[in-house]
């Protein structure tokens, strides 16, 4: 295993990330600076960022139904209960994909793998994360220019990529954007007072029936749904590129 994806699967960031950090010279093994990217370091081997040694982990990614309640933390002096309490304590140590506030709920996904992570949340690959909002009155088709027009919040434009209604009290909208709360403050601007949210997919990946509170790991079909570089090629070339991605 290279050093950068050593470093990646220690929890470091991705690829690109740890590649920035072995070329400043902040990695060190056995005690000296490593700057050889093409390094695989054994399992004797101490691997430092800085003071911090680091061990690299099996890879792992998981969806996780996070219900209402749980924040999208490790620890928070002022919540209770956080998403990670509801893993197993042997599990390896991950990390949430983006967050849902403390009231929302769904779709949450958590890994150690920086790449995935970096796929799910830069501007440039333009995820797409579904809601299903639960409104306090009727909703008025009307007003659904407003929300793909965009509002003003902390001094950007906030806008929705899709907005439409499912039943008298509900719609569905997709978003891009990570604006804190953005869900909730586009509606209030426009005289509503959201009751339920609920993230039912990031991506190609579906929150479908998996009970509030419990997660599952993501398969391998999943995983490459979220590849742009597969979901470029010929549908008969797909297998060997993941076969290739997996060497």
Same mark, same amino acid.
């Given at each position: 295993?290279?050093?950068?994806?050593?470093?990646?699967?220690?929890?470091?960031?991705?690829? @690109?990330?740890?590649? $920035?950090?072995? =070329? =400043? +010279?902040?990695?060190?093994?056995?005690?000296?600076?490593?700057?050889?990217?093409? &390094?695989?370091?054994?399992?004797?081997?101490?691997?430092?960022?800085?003071?911090?040694?680091?061990?690299?982990?099996?890879?792992?990614? /998981? *969806?996780?139904?996070?219900?209402?309640?749980?924040?999208?933390?490790?620890?928070? #002096?002022?919540?209770?209960?956080?998403?990670?309490?509801?893993?197993?304590?042997?599990?390896?140590? *991950?990390?949430?994909?983006?967050?849902?506030?403390?009231? !929302?709920?769904?779709?949450?996904? *958590?890994?150690?793998?920086?790449?995935?992570?970096?796929?799910?949340?830069?501007?440039?690959?333009?995820?797409?994360?579904? &809601? $299903?909002?639960?409104?306090? @009155?009727?909703?008025?088709?009307?007003?659904?220019?407003?929300?793909?027009? +965009?509002?003003?919040?902390?001094?950007? @434009?906030?806008?929705? $990529?899709? %907005?439409?209604?499912?039943?008298?009290?509900? %719609?569905?909208?997709?978003?891009?954007?990570? /604006?804190?709360?953005?869900? @909730?403050?586009?509606?209030?601007?426009?005289? &509503?007072?959201?009751?339920?949210? %609920?993230?039912?997919?990031?991506?190609?990946?579906?929150? +479908? $029936? *998996? #009970?509030?509170?419990?997660?599952?790991?993501?398969?391998?079909?999943?995983?490459?749904?979220?590849?742009?570089?597969? !979901?470029?090629? #010929?549908?008969?070339?797909?297998?060997?590129?993941?076969? !290739?991605?997996?060497?």
């Amino acid at each position: 295993m290279r050093l950068n994806r050593y470093l990646a699967a220690a929890g470091v960031g991705s690829r @690109r990330h740890c590649d $920035e950090l072995i =070329a =400043a +010279g902040r990695v060190t093994i056995n005690g000296r600076v490593c700057t050889d990217f093409a &390094y695989q370091p054994a399992g004797t081997d101490h691997v430092k960022l800085g003071a911090k040694m680091l061990r690299a982990q099996r890879r792992l990614d /998981i *969806l996780l139904h996070k219900p209402a309640g749980f924040v999208s933390t490790r620890t928070d #002096p002022n919540a209770r209960d956080t998403i990670f309490d509801l893993l197993p304590a042997n599990m390896p140590r *991950l990390f949430n994909v983006g967050r849902l506030d403390a009231q !929302s709920e769904g779709l949450l996904v *958590l890994t150690n793998d920086g790449d995935l992570a970096q796929r799910l949340t830069h501007p440039r690959y333009k995820v797409d994360k579904e &809601y $299903e909002v639960t409104l306090d @009155r009727a909703w008025d088709a009307a007003q659904a220019a407003k929300l793909l027009h +965009g509002v003003m919040l902390d001094g950007q @434009r906030a806008k929705l $990529e899709r %907005v439409y209604s499912t039943k008298p009290l509900q %719609v569905r909208v997709v978003l891009r954007q990570g /604006i804190n709360r953005q869900i @909730r403050r586009m509606f209030y601007e426009i005289g &509503y007072e959201v009751k339920r949210l %609920v993230r039912i997919r990031v991506g190609t990946l579906r929150l +479908g $029936e *998996l #009970p509030r509170g419990h997660w599952r790991p993501l398969t391998k079909a999943e995983l490459n749904s979220l590849d742009p570089a597969a !979901s470029r090629l #010929p549908a008969e070339r797909r297998s060997a590129h993941a076969r !290739s991605a997996r060497s």
